[in-house]
């Protein structure tokens, strides 16, 4: 059976997709949203511990500069659809927004089931059709149009926007199922790796220190010494290695990297501080507090259980008193808190990874329209391209604004 009378057929209905249906159906198109699970938005359910953050408080320059040198790919797309666009859609489909410490934005509900029931009555009132359980199995062009095959049919339309996600999270249904069909047309797939993904480490500590937070700690990826990528924020000692923002954010350096075992992370405990600052700190409370034990004196800056911890590393006891804090020692405990080296073992991969690194080469899709260089009337957008951001609702902001790009575009 044919399935004829589409303009543009749309492959995966996650956020990409979602808003490329949405705005292609407004634009009067007869848009067909063709989505592998029986549930659309898997990730975004998942999302932002099920909160999900729908993007960052920040104008579109922030956005852009957040991706470093490829985020000037977005400089349209994010013309199209802003960071306040975004914000004004979800408020006017009932879901009131807030502005998190961090700069997040959220659903005032916390709850990811609202951002996705808003997008799904949004699709409805668009006229788009919605085929859950329906996956691509191949896709052509034939002569003026692509022929999409799905284990129940052979539909058939002039356009198509890829927005199949990458390969993280793979039990949501992203299994890079988009690649290969880009590949067939040319386009040049750059290896996919997880990233915003937590880290392993070779440190049997670590895990002793699992539940452990903090706020604010700098995080440097090592190579032979030489920082490949650095991210301040916050952290969490897991049973598996390291967790929380800053190590997700850099984790990206971590998976691309040929050989993860040969790396370290350099670790900095007390950004505030320089570490002439943190030394006369502790010179001074050895003078002023001699009496009080040094894991006391230090757990007024850090956890208790880390403090514990860096007296061990550096073979202290742990019932010291600040008075017999010796320079060495002194020393010593300046460069745990400030400079404490970890060898890296590697990431929890893409099980466990928010988002993929690489994909669709950005070099062959026109920025201004989402359009294959390629491939004319082929669309991609989303996840499933070269484009990875830090944690934060970068990434959402990407995936909303290039996919209304490309549905404005069909």
């Known amino acids: 059976m044919t399935g004829a009378g589409w303009d543009v057929i749309v492959l995966g209905a996650g956020a990409a997709g979602l808003m490329a ?46 991706y470093g040198p490829p985020g000037k790919f977005l400089h349209s797309a994010l013309a199209a659809f802003s960071v306040q666009d975004t914000v004004a859609f979800f408020e006017s489909e009932g879901v009131p ?35 859950l359980g329906e996956s691509a199995t191949d896709l052509r062009k034939v002569a003026d149009h692509f022929e999409v095959t799905t284990p129940q049919r052979l539909l058939s339309a002039p356009k198509v926007i890829i927005t199949t996600g990458g390969q993280s999270y793979p039990g949501s249904g992203t299994r890079g199922d988009g690649y290969p069909f880009a590949a067939r047309f040319g386009h040049t797939i750059i290896t996919p790796k997880p ?47 390291l967790s929380g ?63 514990d911890m860096l007296l061990a590393l550096t073979s202290q006891p742990v019932d010291r008193t600040a008075a017999g804090l010796s320079k060495v020692d002194r020393q010593k405990l300046v460069q745990a808190v400030k400079r404490l080296r970890l060898p890296i073992r590697g990431t929890l991969g893409f099980e466990k990874a928010e988002v ?14 989402m ?21 934060g609702g970068y990434n959402f902001q990407a995936a909303w604004s290039t996919g209304w790009l ?5």
């Open 371 to 391: 359009e294959s260089k390629l491939c004319p009337r082929l669309f991609l957008a989303g996840e499933v391209l070269d484009l990875d951001g830090p944690i």
């Open 21 to 66: 249906a949405i705005h292609a159906a407004e634009r009067g198109r007869r848009t067909l949203l063709l989505e592998k699970n029986r549930k659309p938005g898997v990730k975004i359910l998942m999302s932002g511990g099920t909160r999900c953050n729908i993007t960052q408080n920040c104008d579109n320059r922030d956005i852009v500069a957040a």
């Open 245 to 307: 923002p800053a190590p997700l954010d850099v984790s990206k350096a971590v998976s691309r990297h040929p050989h993860p075992d040969t790396l370290e992370l350099e670790l900095d405990f007390l950004p505030s501080r320089t570490a002439v600052e943190f030394e006369e700190l502790l010179r001074s409370e050895s003078l002023t507090s001699g009496k009080k034990l040094l894991a006391v004196v230090l757990s007024d800056h850090l956890p208790r259980r880390l403090c």
């Open 97 to 131: 927004t807030k502005v998190e410490e961090t700069g997040k934005i959220f659903p005032v509900s916390d709850r990811a089931l609202d951002v996705l029931d808003a997008l799904l009555r949004r699709l409805r009132r668009s006229g788009a059709v919605l085929a």
């Open 195 to 241: 990233a915003l993904v937590p880290l392993t480490v070779q440190a049997d500590w670590v895990a002793e220190l699992r539940g452990v937070t903090l706020t604010d700690v700098n995080v440097a990826v090592l190579d032979n010494g030489k920082q490949l990528m650095a991210r301040r924020g916050g952290f969490l000692f897991a049973h598996f290695g």
């Open 356 to 369: 993929t690194s690489g994909g669709v080469s950005l070099d062959e899709v026109d920025s201004r329209t």
């Open 406 to 410: 490309a549905g404005r575009s069909v």
